[in-house]
C-alpha cells in the first residue's frame, strides 16, 4: 500500500465551481499537512500548512485535515482559469530529533478550469 | 529575487560525463533538501542537510553526490548517470524542523 495516495486526474471543471481534491494517508504518525500548487515548468509553491486536525481557511481555498479518517482536502472557491495546475498533498510527522526531515507527497491532482 | 533558486535550468548530458546541480536560497533557513520528481510518481526525496550537516540520505545510488559547503547553498554532483535518472531535481530549503519547505524551480535533467 502506497503511503499516500491522490488521485492524478485530470480534474476539469467550469469556472466559477467548487474544487474539492483529496489525499487519503496510511502512515498515523503523519503530523503536518500541506498542498502545494506546481505550474507546468515551475517548481511546488506552498499554498496551505496545517498542523494535526481540523481545518484552515486562506482566501478562495480550505484545508480540511481528518487525521481519524487520515484523510485530507483541499477547497477551492469560485474557481479561476489561473487555478488550472497540478495540486500536490504532502505530509510528515513530528521531528523531535533537532534535525530537518522530507516530506512525503501523493502523485498530484491535474485540474483544469474551463472559461 | 526567488527564494530558492536552482541552476542550470535544463541540462543534458551523457552516461560518462560529470556535471553539479547548485540551488541557492536567500531566505536565511537552516536546512535544505534535494527531491527527484519523475512523470507519473510522487516526488522522492534524496538528501537532506541541517545546519549544512547531512541528516539524511534516502538510499540513494552513489553516483548523486550531495554537497553542502554553508547554509546558503547546495550542490548535486552527478558522474556515470543512467538513463532512467532523467527527470526533474528540485531542491527545496526551511527554516527548521516542523517549518514548510520552500522549493526551486528545478533542473531538468535528461541523460543520453
Known amino acids: 500500500q502506497k503511503e499516500v495516495e491522490q488521485d492524478p486526474g485530470p480534474l476539469s471543471v467550469p469556472e466559477g465551481a467548487i474544487v474539492s481534491l483529496n489525499c487519503t494517508y496510511s502512515n498515523s504518525a503523519f503530523q503536518y499537512f500541506m498542498w502545494y500548487r506546481q505550474y507546468s515548468r515551475k517548481g511546488p509553491e506552498l499554498l496551505m500548512y496545517t498542523y494535526s486536525s481540523g481545518n484552515k481557511e486562506d482566501g478562495r481555498f480550505t484545508a480540511q485535515v481528518d487525521k481519524s479518517s487520515k484523510y485530507i482536502s483541499l477547497f477551492i472557491r469560485d474557481s479561476q482559469p489561473s487555478d488550472s495546475a497540478t495540486y500536490l498533498c504532502?505530509?510528515?510527522?513530528?521531528?523531535?530529533?533537532?534535525?530537518?526531515?522530507?516530506?512525503?507527497f501523493g502523485k498530484g491532482t491535474h485540474l483544469i478550469i474551463q472559461p | 529575487e526567488t527564494g530558492v533558486t536552482q541552476t542550470p535550468r535544463h541540462l543534458v548530458m551523457g552516461m560518462t560525463n560529470k556535471k553539479s546541480l547548485k540551488c541557492e536560497q536567500h531566505?536565511?533557513?537552516?536546512?535544505m533538501y534535494w527531491y527527484k520528481q519523475s512523470a507519473k510518481k510522487p516526488l522522492e526525496l534524496m538528501f537532506v542537510y541541517s545546519l549544512e550537516e547531512r541528516v539524511e540520505n534516502n538510499s540513494v545510488p552513489s553516483r548523486f553526490s550531495p554537497e553542502c559547503p554553508n547554509s546558503s547553498h547546495l550542490f548535486l554532483h552527478l558522474h556515470t548517470l543512467q538513463p532512467e535518472d532523467s527527470a526533474l531535481y528540485l531542491c527545496a530549503s526551511a527554516k527548521g524542523p516542523n517549518q514548510p519547505q520552500h522549493f526551486g524551480d528545478g533542473t531538468r535533467l535528461s541523460i543520453l
Open positions: 504532502a505530509m510528515r510527522g513530528l521531528n523531535s530529533g533537532g534535525g530537518a526531515d522530507g516530506l512525503t
Open positions: 531566505l536565511g533557513h537552516n536546512a
